[in-house]
């Protein structure tokens, strides 16, 4: 969401009438060079979204209800719909969760191993 041509994206689609248009944001605060506050501030997304004409919904990117109510939402909305997903990164595993290494770092053997069976946990 840093670069420019999301941001023309976003400004173009209403007044091209785009409805039906369904933009997901995985909104887990980290990039490659750290948080994404302390290097690159975003912001309230939703109301960037809502200020260029998009009707949006703000969600917990890790409730799948709330990922089926946002897109059925965004099916019956008028206008392009925004879902900011806010998540966090290497959900469910244990020593992956909200680092930024896993942005980039490739897993071993073992540390895929080890990540699968604590997603098996999880899923239990």
């Given amino acids: 969401m840093q670069e420019g ?3 023309e994206a ?3 689609a209403p007044p091209l009438r785009t409805a039906g248009l369904t933009v997901i944001v995985d909104r887990n605060q980290l990039q490659n ?3 994404t506050e302390e290097v690159m501030p975003l912001g309230n997304l ?3 979204a809502q200020s260029f004409g998009w009707s949006t919904s703000d969600i917990d990117g890790h409730d799948f209800t709330a990922i089926e ?3 059925l939402e965004a099916d019956t909305s008028e206008r392009p719909h925004i ?3 806010n998540t ?3 959900c469910g595993v244990s020593f992956m969760e909200g680092s930024v290494k896993w942005h980039h770092h490739p897993l071993s053997e073992a540390e895929y191993l080890l990540a699968k069976a604590g997603l098996s946990e999880v899923r239990k």
């Fill in 5 to 7: 041509q999301n941001w």
């Fill in 10 to 12: 976003l400004m173009a």
């Fill in 33 to 35: 060079d750290g948080p």
């Fill in 46 to 48: 939703v109301s960037k």
């Fill in 69 to 71: 109510s946002a897109l």
């Fill in 83 to 85: 879902i900011v997903a």
């Fill in 88 to 90: 966090i990164k290497g």
